[in-house]
């Protein structure tokens, strides 16, 4: 059985840092999709994996929405993490997970799209190192 606060996703795993953004956002990466879902992702120096969540506002205009997915997407990462787990190469990794389509979908298919998602990170991840 699973140790208690193994399927947490606790502060230091969210990626908050507007410079490592930039970094992460402007070159050096690589990226991974499952539609609706894109993965942008970069080895850091930090240890652990650290994660963002997006939503723009051009696909969903009411917050309500936007909201409801990023809560979607954070749930299928804290449950499927583990297939990261544990990484392959000293430091860390750093995740921007996007959401690229105008329609909503059930959280099962979001599920099933990220574990897709994180099966094909640690590829990359394993590849490259």
């Excluded at 606790?10 to 070159?27: A, M, T």
């Excluded at 723009?56 to 993490?81: D, G, M, P, T, W």
């Amino acid at each position: 059985m699973d140790s208690v606060g193994s399927h947490t996703l606790c502060k230091s795993e969210r990626l908050c840092s507007r410079k490592v953004l930039e970094e992460l956002f402007s070159g050096g990466h690589q990226s991974v999709s499952a539609y609706p879902i894109r993965a942008v992702f970069m080895p850091s120096e930090q240890a652990g994996v650290r994660i963002m969540v997006s939503v723009s506002k051009r696909y969903f205009k009411r917050a309500v929405k936007r909201n409801r997915i990023k809560r979607q997407l954070r749930e299928a990462y804290r449950l499927h993490k583990e297939k990261l787990l544990p990484l392959p190469t000293e430091g860390g990794l750093d995740i921007a997970f996007l959401w690229t389509s105008n329609d909503e979908l059930p959280t099962e298919k979001v599920f099933q799209k990220m574990q897709n998602i994180l099966q094909r990170i640690r590829e990359s991840v394993v590849h490259s190192s």
